[in-house]
């Protein structure tokens, strides 16, 4: 329930303004946000990498209607990439084809996904709304045509994504599954946590006996645990498949599983669009909105 509201608050622009305005916000946000600039977001990705964590980075922002705002996302993914070279880190990009222009103009997104895919060692294209899952699944098939190793994430509690994923479990693709963070209608996306998790294990098998490179992104235990059950059914070694975590989620885990010979990816958001994100991340866990009210009332 608290999950529901606070979903449709990260689409409200009241709450946002409020929200963003309150002085304690930033110091909450930083838990899930590696910063607002270039320097700061090149800064924890090399962190990330001294403690032998691989890296995907999320400029923020989405569900753009501003060309202007369209391209300046491009621009930062493409000189943030230029910075990591210079540092001499490597990061992959996870790309929402809503900061770069697919709600207004889908030509625009695929050109401007080209461009970051042009710059970048490897993207995925994160997925949103079901209402964007067909356009983003076509721009990934163009993408694919220059850029074959581009991958995309595909969500658990999504009814159709059994069909999806035997389209997507074939040579040399990639497929970040996750179990969905947007509110959806019964009509499309399993509704109850247990069934969220029945469908992510279904999903999984397909993709770990499929051909393709599964990225397995949760933070969640018993996943962990069927995924290595699966590796080993399957004959998969450490380096046919990886983890995936939020940046600031179980950080002990991440290094856990890295230490024990997994490539573990660390999601880093960064920059200063992060309401939509940072609610999301309220939403899936109410631990974190006592989190967030504490440090509000100053604890
Ligand atoms: P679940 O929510 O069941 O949590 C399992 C356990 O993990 C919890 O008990 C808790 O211990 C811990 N945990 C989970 N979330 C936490 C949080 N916010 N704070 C603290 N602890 C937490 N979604 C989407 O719709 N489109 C996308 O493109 C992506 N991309 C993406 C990339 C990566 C790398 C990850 C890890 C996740 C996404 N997601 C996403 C988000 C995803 O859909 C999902 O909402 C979250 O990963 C939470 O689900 P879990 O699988 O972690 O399980």
């Known amino acids: 329930m608290l999950g529901q509201l606070l979903l449709a608050a990260s689409r409200s622009t009241l709450v946002r303004r409020s929200v963003s305005g309150m002085p304690l916000t930033r110091k909450v946000v930083d838990r899930f946000v590696a910063g607002e600039t270039t320097q700061e977001a090149v800064t924890a990705i090399q962190r990330l990498a001294d403690a032998k964590l691989a890296v ?5 922002g989405e569900e753009t209607r501003d060309s202007a705002a369209a391209t300046a996302t ?3 993914y493409i000189t943030l990439m230029g910075a990591l070279r210079e540092a001499g880190v490597s990061a992959e990009a996870s790309v929402k084809l809503s900061a770069v222009g697919q709600a207004f103009d889908e030509k625009m997104a695929l050109e401007h996904a080209r461009e970051i895919c042009a710059a970048s060692p490897m993207v995925t294209l994160d997925m949103e709304d079901h209402t964007t899952v067909d356009s983003t699944l076509g721009i990934l098939a163009e993408l694919r045509k220059d850029f074959p190793q581009t ?16 389209d997507l479990a074939g040579e040399g693709s990639r497929v970040r599954l996750v179990k969905g963070a947007y509110r959806e209608p019964a009509s499309v996306a399993h509704q109850n946590k247990n069934d969220v998790d029945k469908a992510y294990v279904r999903a999984l098998r397909i993709l770990m006996a499929g051909k393709g490179y599964p990225m397995v992104a949760t933070h969640d235990d018993r996943i962990i645990s069927i995924t290595e059950l699966l590796a080993d059914r399957f004959g998969r070694s450490f380096g046919d498949y990886e983890y995936q975590m939020l940046y600031g989620i179980r950080t002990d885990r991440q290094e856990a599983l890295a230490a024990a010979g997994h490539t573990v990816r660390v999601y880093v958001p960064y920059g200063d669009d992060w309401y939509g994100y940072f609610m999301r991340r309220l939403a899936e866990r109410p631990a974190n909105v006592a989190f967030f009210l504490r440090a509000l009332g100053g604890k």
């Open 56 to 60: 995907t980075v999320d400029h923020l």
């Open 74 to 76: 491009a621009k930062a």
């Open 151 to 166: 991958g995309v994430a595909i969500q658990a509690y999504l009814h159709r994504t059994e069909g999806d994923l035997r």
